[in-house]
């Protein structure tokens, strides 16, 4: 089993000092609106690779008006194994990670920990536009392929040094063609993750047993088909090139693509679904990506679900319960009020978040 079993929070956002102790049970936070609860489950997310569940830089997640940086420390029980985890950032500075004492690097923070998520700001993915819903994708991909988001990076700066080209309006085309073949290859990587990643996720909805939604998901690009290999991708890139020096920017590759998704029963598009319809869709496809990465890993990620409950009829909380602790997962919840989770009784913890003279205090309730 994966999970925190201790974690304290030094000078981050609102929390001068918080510390909470843990046995792999799911964790329940209650309190009133700005009492710092989705600034711990930001926390967590930080014992994961990529930037986090609010994408903040490490300077945006320091107490203020202090400002002397910040630190979490968490012991990380991992199949069996304990592993002490820090990441902090002093005065501003970019993030960084240890493990047992050792500086670390990003992809060996994945090799133990995977954190996945769903937040408020992720319900309107359905009718926003494209870009939300492929950095959601780009997250599911992420905790199944660690890699990816290496890959991600290379492609973007291989990208924007030809969109300076192209805004430039070089025409030589010997000033594109290393640029082009690198993006082919990446791009194409992203691809090949991206498709790989919705087929497991997928999967995952169709064989579980869940009260939720299956979401049909596929992968739209705006010229049809994405190309096939990396040469064909390559061609693209250097036959689109016309047109991309009159838009000024590349108008073809992974980061134009979009993911559709569909109420598979209904044969409905996600878009024009219910309000609940669309949550019921997101949570399910949150579960199905913890059990493709329970196949991978031998145990559940840890998931953070922020305020799920308060968007959730009684019937649909129930079983969401009941699906996480059959996951096996460390489930950290938020919301106002702790009746909100009186259907977990004692197969949770349950912490109220407080905020005193400043300084932000965490204390346990029940059992």
């Known amino acids: 089993m994966l999970y925190l079993s201790n974690l304290t929070l030094s000078h981050f956002r609102s929390h001068k000092l918080a510390r909470l102790s843990l046995d792999g049970r799911p964790v329940v936070l209650f309190g009133n609106n700005g009492s710092g609860k989705t600034n711990i489950l930001e926390a967590v997310s930080l014992f994961s690779p990529g930037r986090g569940m609010r994408r903040a830089s490490a300077e ?3 107490r203020r008006p202090e400002a002397v940086g910040w630190k979490l420390r968490a012991d990380v029980s991992v199949r069996g194994a304990h592993h002490e985890i820090k990441t902090f950032s002093e005065n501003g500075s970019a993030r960084r990670v240890e493990i047992d004492g050792k500086t670390a690097t990003q992809a060996r923070l994945g090799d133990l920990s995977r954190v996945i998520w769903l937040i408020p700001s992720m319900d309107r993915l359905w009718i926003e536009g494209a870009e939300n819903r492929r950095r959601f994708l780009d997250r599911m991909t992420l905790s199944l392929f660690p890699d990816h988001g290496e890959t991600s990076i290379a492609y973007e700066k291989a990208m924007r040094e030809r969109n300076r080209l192209l805004k430039d309006q070089v025409r030589d085309a010997h000033w594109y063609k290393v640029l082009e073949m690198h993006m082919a290859e990446t791009g194409h990587a992203i691809h090949i993750a991206r498709s790989t990643a919705l087929d497991r ?35 693209a890139l250097s036959e689109n090139r016309a047109r991309d020096l009159a838009a000024g920017r590349t108008l073809i590759g992974p980061h134009r693509t979009d993911m559709i998704g569909v109420f598979q029963a209904k044969g409905i598009p996600a878009r024009d679904c219910s309000t609940g319809e669309q949550k019921a869709l997101l949570v399910s496809m949150i579960l199905a990506n913890a059990r493709a990465l329970s196949q991978d890993l031998g145990s559940a990620p840890i998931i953070l679900l922020d305020e799920v409950a308060a968007h959730l009829d009684a019937g649909r909380r129930r079983a969401l319960y009941v699906e996480i602790c059959a996951l096996g997962a460390q489930a950290w919840m938020t919301g106002t009020e702790i009746d909100l989770f009186s259907d977990l009784g004692a197969r949770a913890q349950y912490f109220e978040i407080t905020e005193a003279d400043s300084i932000s205090s965490v204390s346990a309730f029940g059992s």
């Open 60 to 62: 945006g997640m320091t």
């Open 201 to 235: 996720i997928l999967k995952a909805q169709k064989t579980a047993q869940t009260a939720f939604p299956t979401a049909e998901l596929t992968l739209e690009h705006p010229d049809g088909i994405f190309p096939e290999t990396v040469d064909d991708l390559k061609t």
